[in-house]
Each structure stands twice: as C-alpha cells, then as structure tokens.
C-alpha cells in the first residue's frame, strides 16, 4: 500500500486512474478495518498489485497534436484552395478526438499526428484574382455596340476566358501565372477595342 500511494499516477490513462485510486481507496479502508477477513486482505493486495502493474499504461505525449491542432484551427478555409480541405477538415476532428481521450497512448496520438500534419501540409492558397476581379468589372461595364465586331469578338473571347479563370476555385498560388497571364490578355483586348 505504502509503495502504491507513492507513485506517481498524473500520466496514468484515464480509466487506469480510476481503477488505480478505487484500489487505493480499498486498500486503505482495509487497512483501517480491525477486523478484515484474510479473504478482504487478499482481494486488497490482489487490487493493489493490478493497479501497481497498470502504472506502465501511460497517457502519450499530446504537446506536438495540441500545437498542431492549433495550427489548423487556425487556417481560415477562405484563403486555401478547396480541393484538399476536407482532408484538413477529417484530420482535425480525428486529432480533437484523440487529443480529449485521456486512455490515448504514443501509438494512438501519432498516426492522427501525422495525418493532420499531411493535411495541413497539403493546403495550398489560392491564386490572387483581385487585379482579374477588377478588371472583369471594368469590361463588364463596357458598350461593346460602340465597337467594331472584330474587336467586339476578340474581347468577349477574352472576358470569357477570364471569367472562366475567376470562377476555377481550384487555382493555387502555383497557377498564379495563368491568372496573371489571362488578366493581361483581357485588358489588351479592352484596350484594342476599335
């Protein structure tokens, strides 16, 4: 009993500790009985020597998942593209989940570890559209019955196109050249209007 009472039990896994301080608490009114049978004693030492056995059974390290948690928490799904956000959103249930069990070991917090951290990897932000957006509402306020048709045509080619561009949610910084490149070729064809 002294020996049990001395350990330390703060990392010990959640139900383990509840089962640990009922051996405890057994022994100790056992203990104090004057007239415990050898068959309590027994059920007492048998309690205290499980619960004793139990103290290999600790609580993983959750520091990493809590940062990381954090992190994803943290991103705002505006600002990324939507093709990987689901496996951001997945990933951070699944760590939450994990992260409130007070029974998870090393071997349970890292898998979810290490797939929150895929996730947020995985993200990639959008390609900035504000420069096309803009553009798009200048020729979008253009009479284009003031123009030649040639002219005409080669700008609703281009508007199109853009707004093509501008609707594609799947567009990562990595494409930012094509943005930019489809930006250009609309404001030419506003310009080489006739």
Do not use: C, H
């Amino acid at each position: 009993y002294d020996y049990a009472v001395a350990q330390d039990t703060s990392k010990l896994l959640e139900s383990l500790k509840v089962q640990y301080d009922a051996a405890l608490a057994n022994a100790e009114a056992i203990l104090a009985k004057e007239d415990a049978t050898t068959e309590e004693v027994w059920n007492a030492i048998d309690q205290l020597f499980e619960a004793v056995w139990s103290l290999d059974f600790t609580q993983g390290d959750k520091t990493l998942l809590g940062t990381l948690i954090e992190t994803a928490e943290g991103m705002d799904a505006d600002k990324y593209v939507a093709d990987n956000w689901q496996q951001l959103v997945d990933a951070l249930a699944e760590a939450k989940a994990v992260y409130e069990d007070g029974d998870a070991m090393d071997e349970d917090i890292q898998p979810v570890e290490q797939a929150l951290l895929d996730a947020i990897l995985a993200q990639r932000y959008k390609a900035d559209k504000s420069i096309l957006e803009e553009i798009i509402n200048q020729a979008n306020g253009i009479d284009t019955a003031l123009y030649t048709a040639e002219s005409v045509q080669a700008f609703t080619a281009a508007l199109k196109a853009a707004n093509a561009v501008l609707e594609d949610a799947s567009l990562s910084v990595d494409e930012q050249e094509a943005v930019d490149a489809v930006t250009v070729e609309l404001k030419t064809a506003m310009d080489n209007l006739v």
